[in-house]
């Protein structure tokens, strides 16, 4: 059985994962899967929606399959998963997520590398390794803090706290809370959206707002200058522009070069 279901909706790629009996937690299968699919997706995928089978988007990592490791091998593993969940951040595909019930550990990593993240009412959160007695390995440190703080995500590790999708969204873990079962709905309509969307314009805001966070102001301004001129003087923009003015709908497929 695939640990990951892809169907193709348009230009709209919508991946599920297919483990429902074990909350879809996370194996190195679908690690496996994700990595492969972000490396290569289908031709004229414009966007993603990642979801998850079941009453559950992901509840961390499947301890059942955890295997003992050294160091060096806890290192590598770890590092695995970060070149997985960095290619979804900044694979240049907008991804936007689907997420109902636990939101768990790697589960939770695995959101904060989209883009956009919709939430239904069942949705709740929480990094439990420290009752575990194991550490966060899947690059929450880094994007889990950046949303939340890391001084919240400290508390929330120590302790186990849970957060549910309202306190969520106030957070920051999602963007969107929708009624119980209309998270994926929600998230197919966003993802349209955002594939309608100006290719380079996208890729602008996929690969340089996280970077330029992590610069000091100069830097950061220097870099959204050159975004801005490349974007700004592409075929598209000119494009978008005009359909402004002509009160109509931009076509952006017709103007990529």
Known sequence: ????????????????????????????????ALEAFFTAPPKDTKAVVITGEGDHFCAGL??????????????QHSQWYHRMVGRIEFGGLPVVTAMQGAVIGGGLEIAMGAHVRVADSTAFYQLPEGRR???????????????????????MMLTGRKYDAEEGLRL?????????????????????????????????MIQALTRIQNMDEASGLFVESLAAGLAQTSPQAQEGLRAFLEKRTANFGDHKK
Do not use: C, W
């Open 1 to 32: 059985m695939s640990p990951v279901l892809i169907e193709q909706r348009g230009q709209v790629a919508l991946l599920r994962f297919n483990r429902p009996d074990k909350r879809n937690a996370v194996s190195d299968a679908l690690v496996e």
């Open 62 to 75: 499947d301890l059942s399959q955890h295997k003992e490791r050294d160091a060096y091998g806890v290192v």
């Open 133 to 155: 007695g194991i550490y966060v390995g899947g690059g929450a440190s880094v994007r889990v803090a950046r949303v939340i703080g890391g001084d919240r995500m400290r508390e």
């Open 172 to 204: 920051g873990l999602s963007h969107y809370v929708v009624p119980q079962g209309q998270a994926l709905d929600k998230a197919l309509v966003l993802a349209e959206t955002v594939a309608s969307n100006a290719e380079l314009s996208n890729y602008m």
